[in-house]
């Protein structure tokens, strides 16, 4: 089977055995978890600076350079699904999702269909149009399996390319809706001391940090002051609703997990969040125990791609949409106010 080779430079203050560092620094579209690392290891398929290593806990330090020998995967076609889409706009070049809560983007190791570009070969007759036989036809952006709400996908080349240029150039307008935990309130002296934390005029929170992934878990986004990616979040209150505040979040830049690890950093993690909320919990002395409990046992991070805006990229047209909250996010704000908070 054909194999090719994946080189690691271990970055700055690795862990310090070898499945470790890797864990935290083997590229992502590498598909590695550290399990598989572990495997590959006890192969001999590694080698740490040009020597074969088959010990997990081998010693490595910065600047190490790993070597590893992966085996290609199998290509596995992806097929064409009859799933429902909400499409908000579509026209030659591009079209606009709603995408539901649950709905992976594309398809990856451990979601291989049920995906949006699953649904989408569907929709288009089987194809993607082209759209450069690029390896994610037409994703030019994504949003997280358990977040809904609005995505662009392209449909030929021109849309791919000029899309991919707006992003980069972070000139799309992106807001998300979603309920935190607690009150970002520009009063708080706990919050004004947090780093990477200013206010803006208008109350708006600005968060400006660096995101990489976590040093030992891959499934989760660390903030960081060196190293890693530029990220900058913008929130600002709508609506105080007792334990708990409805916000929108505008992002300047689109990180992966960027507003749930953002809100976390603040110390108002999102309701529902499972990787970032730890296990904040609302009590029931204020809500009473049925509204305490909806909100406990929320099953998803309570967030919503609202509106979406970009330029057209082949008319030049400015383009605006904007995406009803879903009803799991609407019932819970429908409970909260009826309580009177």
């Known amino acids: 089977m054909p194999t090719h080779i994946v080189t690691v430079e271990i970055g700055p203050d690795p862990a310090p055995r070898l499945d470790k560092a890797l864990a935290r620094d083997v590229p992502e579209e590498a598909h590695l978890s550290r399990s598989r690392l572990m495997r590959l290891i006890a192969d001999g398929a590694v080698r740490l600076n040009g020597a074969p290593v088959t010990d997990s806990r081998a010693r490595v330090a910065e600047g190490d350079v790993v070597a590893i020998t992966v085996e290609e995967a199998a290509e596995v076609e992806t ?14 070049d591009l079209i ?4 539901p809560a649950g709905m992976v983007v594309h398809p990856a190791p451990g979601s291989p269909g ?4 699953n649904a989408l070969l ?8 082209g759209v450069g036989g690029e390896k994610r036809p037409g994703i030019v952006h994504r949003i997280d399996k358990d977040t809904s709400g609005l995505l662009v996908v392209a449909k030929s080349d021109a849309a791919h390319h000029g899309l991919a240029d707006q992003f980069a150039a972070h000139t799309v307008d992106r807001e998300y809706i979603g309920i935190c935990h607690g009150l970002p309130d520009p009063a708080d002296p706990r919050l004004n001391g947090v780093r990477g934390v200013n206010f803006e005029a208008g109350a708006v929170l600005k968060i400006t940090t660096h995101l990489a992934r976590h040093k030992t878990d891959r499934q989760r986004q660390a903030v960081l002051f060196q190293g890693g990616r530029h990220a900058v979040t913008r929130v600002r209150v709508e609506e105080p609703l007792g334990p708990v505040t409805l916000v929108t979040c505008r992002l300047e830049t689109g990180r992966t997990h960027q507003i749930r690890v953002h809100m976390a950093h603040v110390g108002h993690a999102l309701v529902g969040d499972p990787v970032y909320g730890g296990r904040r919990k609302v009590s029931d002395k204020l809500l009473g125990a049925d509204l305490a409990e909806v909100i406990n046992r929320f099953p998803r991070q309570a967030l919503h791609a609202a509106r979406l ?22 019932a819970l704000l429908q409970g ?5 908070l």
């Open 79 to 92: 097929a064409a699904e009859p799933i429902a889409l909400k499409v908000m706009h579509e026209d030659a």
């Open 309 to 330: 805006g970009f330029v057209h990229p082949v008319t030049g047209d400015d383009m605006s949409f904007e995406a009803d909250l879903p009803p799991d996010m609407a």
């Open 336 to 340: 909260l106010r009826a309580a009177g």
């Open 114 to 117: 049920g995906t949006l570009v």
């Open 96 to 99: 606009v999702i709603d995408k």
């Open 122 to 129: 569907h929709h288009f007759g089987g194809n993607l149009s």
